[in-house]
Structures are given as structure tokens and as C-alpha cells.
């Protein structure tokens, strides 16, 4: 059996920009929702300033995690009219290449645990 891949990320907003990170939120919330059967949790929660967003992803696998990537890869190019800066982003278990690939190319830091050590997840694994 595969282990699941967990992504955490928070980011900047720019100053004046929430409504359009929101909407951004929304969007790519109900299209994972529609498309992503393999993720089994997708939250986006801000901070009360509206200049901090934390998303949080469980994927059933990586690979779940690099097709994420591909769905989601015009939300993120369009991601810089409202998107300031990426604070901290950290991948439990091992990252698919691209995902890697990607943080490099754009010369954001990664921070990686790849080594699961315990523990357990209770959602079932939609099959797809």
C-alpha cells in the first residue's frame, strides 16, 4: 500500500488583493473537488488580516499530488496578480518529481520529510 502525501503551504497575499486570492480559493477549490478523486482533503483557511492563506492538501499518494499539479498548473500561473510570496511550503512523504522540479525552477524552498516513521490515516481512498 501506498502512503499518503501531505502538502502545507502558506502564502502572502498582496496588500489589497484578498478578494481575488478568495475567489482564486473558490475556484480551484470546486475544481479539485470535481476532478481529484485521489485527494481526500483540500482546505484553504486565512488569517483574520486577509494577508496570509494556508492551504492544506492530503493526497491518497504522490502521484496523486503530480496530477494535482497538472490540474491546478493555470491556477498557479495565474496565481501572480494576487500572490505576494510563498512563506513555507513542506511535503510529508516522498514529493512526485514535477512537484520538486517545480520548486526549484522557481527558486521557492521545499522542505521535505520523506521518511514516514508512523502513525495512520482514516479516510478511505475513493477508488480512481
Same mark, same amino acid.
Given at each position: 500500500? +501506498?502512503?499518503?502525501?501531505?502538502?502545507?503551504?502558506?502564502?502572502?497575499?498582496?496588500?489589497?488583493?484578498?478578494?481575488?486570492?478568495?475567489?482564486?480559493?473558490?475556484?480551484?477549490?470546486?475544481?479539485?473537488? @470535481?476532478?481529484?478523486?485521489?485527494?481526500?482533503?483540500? =482546505?484553504?483557511?486565512?488569517?483574520?488580516?486577509?494577508? =496570509?492563506?494556508?492551504?492544506?492538501?492530503?493526497?491518497?499518494?504522490?502521484? +496523486?499530488?503530480?496530477?494535482?499539479?497538472?490540474?491546478?498548473?493555470?491556477?498557479?500561473?495565474?496565481?501572480? +496578480? $494576487?500572490?505576494?510570496?510563498?512563506?513555507?511550503?513542506?511535503?510529508?512523504?516522498?514529493?512526485?518529481?514535477?512537484?520538486?522540479? $517545480?520548486?526549484?525552477? @522557481?527558486?521557492?524552498?521545499?522542505?521535505?520529510?520523506?521518511?514516514?516513521?508512523?502513525?495512520?490515516?482514516?479516510?478511505?481512498?475513493?477508488?480512481?
Amino acid at each position: 500500500m +501506498s502512503e499518503p502525501f501531505i502538502y502545507l503551504s502558506t502564502f502572502t497575499v498582496r496588500a489589497g488583493h484578498f478578494n481575488e486570492a478568495l475567489e482564486a480559493a473558490r475556484e480551484v477549490a470546486r475544481l479539485v473537488e @470535481a476532478r481529484e478523486p485521489r485527494m481526500l482533503v483540500f =482546505q484553504l483557511f486565512a488569517d483574520e488580516a486577509g494577508r =496570509q492563506i494556508t492551504s492544506l492538501q492530503v493526497h491518497a499518494d504522490a502521484e +496523486s499530488m503530480a496530477n494535482h499539479m497538472s490540474i491546478a498548473a493555470k491556477h498557479i500561473a495565474d496565481s501572480g +496578480s $494576487w500572490l505576494e510570496s510563498v512563506n513555507y511550503a513542506v511535503a510529508l512523504g516522498q514529493p512526485p518529481a514535477v512537484m520538486t522540479q $517545480w520548486y526549484e525552477e @522557481a527558486g521557492e524552498p521545499l522542505a521535505q520529510f520523506s521518511r514516514q516513521l508512523a502513525g495512520f490515516t482514516r479516510a478511505a481512498v475513493p477508488v480512481g
